[in-house]
């Protein structure tokens, strides 16, 4: 599906907040025309279905006594085609995690007492004293970790998404995490990991007495007006939900030879067909609350932001200790910015410059940027119905809203993402004659357990064009360039289903020996209920058997890329993998 491209239907609404005793002047919008018509085609280009976006400027930047709010409303909210505006609902993911960490701080900054310890709450409060359950594998870290170690991802525990399970008691969730291995010592490297926000939300519900939900209600959403929600089936009952939508049949190969950016031409297979999913979850994720549950429209999140550059009702220190890095997260990804450093709960680095903090949000058919510039009174926010296309799209706009709110000779950064996204194809050398595991493929089959994952029950992918799904993983291990295409499925293939947040399917294929390609799978039922389950969230890794279980390598457990085969004998797949899953 293609949206028609119009510059007439962009929503451009502006708005003025004026601070005491002040005249207000009518001025430009903030966008120029260019820009304008230029977000409006990069979201045609990627195919992205719609999105809402929001720009303040204060003082520091205007150079009056004024704060100016700017919307731009781009494409369709959900499957009936109607109109993303100003007050479309969209999750902003893991940019709730900012509100988590502020909420820990308040009580920190209210002199809440430690029950424990008979201690005022601070940011080195052991977790273990306010939770006395907490435990994590190793002895050291679980008694040793504290608030600033979790806000600011250096635990040593990789972030283990794909064993989320919604549903669940928060106790137990906690409780479950003595069961995920732990791949660092504690506070030596950055590692991302829902779970820590997750905890720090079970212990602000703990020490205020009252739902993590409530505090945020009581404390943030009511002071700022904002009409945030927590709870996604409320936010459905409006009406102003949006739609996820899944990108089908994206060809990365024929993108790249098809492709034009430099004259504005992106070939369709690089779109695929978008498809209406409805909504990530049927139920409230609650659950998801703390480390990303926030469900907003723009123009609050835009609110939100106002009071992050201008504080009126939170601590202005709180925000600024969030904002100081602790952490060093990544090298530069893109051309003018510097390495990029993690706070809690917010991103650091410089652009052409100047300082910027940000945080990113996504999930299944959802992702969210929200960012500002502290010293000159600039703030930016895009939401987004699209998990695939959206972070793309994010990325190249708000730079290009920064270069002109900045008066700074655009940077093609389109044309960067695009080469990343879509690079040159390269040879892939399969193995010729594959040797099979020492135990043979017949011990492949059979169930395959982790205390903190639960069970795997493995079998032969048999008949992977009997039903649409397992016609869909084919199609898409081949495009991923998992197998040569899709004819050639190796007749070692194996899958397990399940029922994780975040995963539906596992898919071994048979690499030589015993190590296997693994790729995950996340399928989510149509919106409209009567077309084919759709794919939204996929993984690759390596998987090694060995005839006592099966070791994981690359996903989101150990940090090594996609087809890095594992350098591992048999015998040392248990010690060496990311997870390991014991036979049976």
């Known amino acids: 599906m293609r949206v028609p491209f119009d510059i007439a239907a962009l929503v451009l609404q502006a708005t003025d907040w004026l601070l005491p005793n002040t005249d207000t002047v009518a001025t430009r919008p903030l966008l120029s025309h260019e820009t304008q ?9 990627w195919g992205v279905p719609g999105a809402a976006i929001g720009i303040v400027t204060g003082p520091k930047h205007t150079f009056k006594d004024e704060w100016k709010a700017e919307y731009l409303s781009l494409g369709i909210a959900d499957g009936k085609g109607n109109p993303v505006t100003e007050k479309s609902l969209f999750s902003i993911a893991s940019n709730s995690k900012l509100f988590t960490a502020i909420s820990i701080g308040m009580l920190i900054e209210n002199n809440t007492i430690v029950p424990s310890t008979g201690k005022f709450l601070d940011w080195d409060t052991k977790i273990i004293d306010v939770l006395p359950d907490w435990k994590i594998q190793d002895e050291y870290a679980t008694n040793n970790l504290d608030i600033v170690d979790l806000l600011s991802m250096r635990s040593g525990l990789p972030s283990h998404d794909l064993h989320h399970q919604s549903g669940i008691p928060l106790a137990d969730f906690i409780h479950n995490l003595r069961n995920l291995p732990m791949n660092a010592e504690i506070r030596q490297t950055f590692q991302y990991n829902n779970q820590h926000y997750v905890t720090i939300g079970q212990m602000v519900s703990v020490l205020s007495q009252r739902s993590f939900v409530e505090y945020v209600q009581h404390h943030i ?13 409320a936010a459905a009952t409006t009406g102003l ?21 430099e004259n504005g031409e992106m070939d369709q297979s690089c779109r695929g067909e978008t498809k209406s999913y409805g909504w990530w979850t049927k ?25 992050l550059l201008c504080p009126v009702h939170l601590p202005k220190s709180l925000i600024a200790k969030c904002a100081s890095p602790i952490m060093f997260m990544t090298d530069p990804t893109l051309p003018h910015c510097s390495p990029f450093l993690y706070g809690m709960g917010q991103i650091m680095f410089t652009y052409r410059g100047e300082q910027v903090v940000e945080h990113t949000g ?14 000159r009174d600039l703030g930016v926010a895009i939401l987004t119905n699209d998990f695939l296309a959206g972070p793309h799209f994010f990325q190249a706009a708000a730079y290009r809203i920064l270069d002109d709110l900045l008066g700074l000779e655009p940077y093609d950064y389109e044309k960067v993402i695009f080469d990343r996204r879509f690079p040159a194809p390269v040879e892939t050398k399969w193995p010729v004659n594959p040797s099979p595991p020492k135990e043979g493929f017949q011990s492949i089959p059979g169930r395959y357990f982790q205390p903190g994952y639960g069970d795997l029950d493995i079998h032969l992918f048999d008949n992977p064009t009997g039903d649409w799904v397992g016609r869909s993983i084919v199609s898409q291990l081949a495009l991923m360039g998992v197998i040569p295409d899709a004819s050639s499925l190796p007749e070692a293939s194996y899958i397990a289903v399940t029922t ?3 995963l539906t399917h596992w898919v071994f294929t048979h690499h030589d020996k015993g190590v296997f390609n693994v790729t995950t799978f996340a399928f989510f039922d149509a919106a409209d209920g009567s077309g084919p389950p759709l794919s939204d969230l ?24 996609a087809k890095s085969w594992p350098a591992v004998d048999d015998e040392f797949a248990e010690e060496r993998a990311g997870v390991w899953f014991g036979r049976q």
């Open 221 to 233: 959403f009511d002071p700022l007006g904002l009409e945030m929600t927590y709870n996604h089936t």
């Open 362 to 375: 996504g999930l299944p058919g959802q992702t969210s940027l929200i960012l500002r510039l502290p010293e």
């Open 500 to 502: 994780r947040t975040f």
């Open 538 to 561: 996929s993984a690759q890794g390596a998987a090694v058997f060995n005839g006592r279980g099966v070791g994981l390598f690359g996903l989101d457990t150990a940090g090594e890329g």
């Open 241 to 261: 939900r949006t739609h996820a939508f899944a990108h089908v049949g994206v060809n990365r190969t024929e993108c790249f030879e098809k492709s034009d950016l």
């Open 37 to 45: 018509v230029y977000l409006g085609a990069v979201q045609q280009r």
């Open 283 to 307: 139920g409230d994720a609650i659950d998801n609350a703390a480390p990303g549950g926030i469900v907003s429209n723009i123009g609050d999140v835009v609110t939100w932001l106002q009071e």
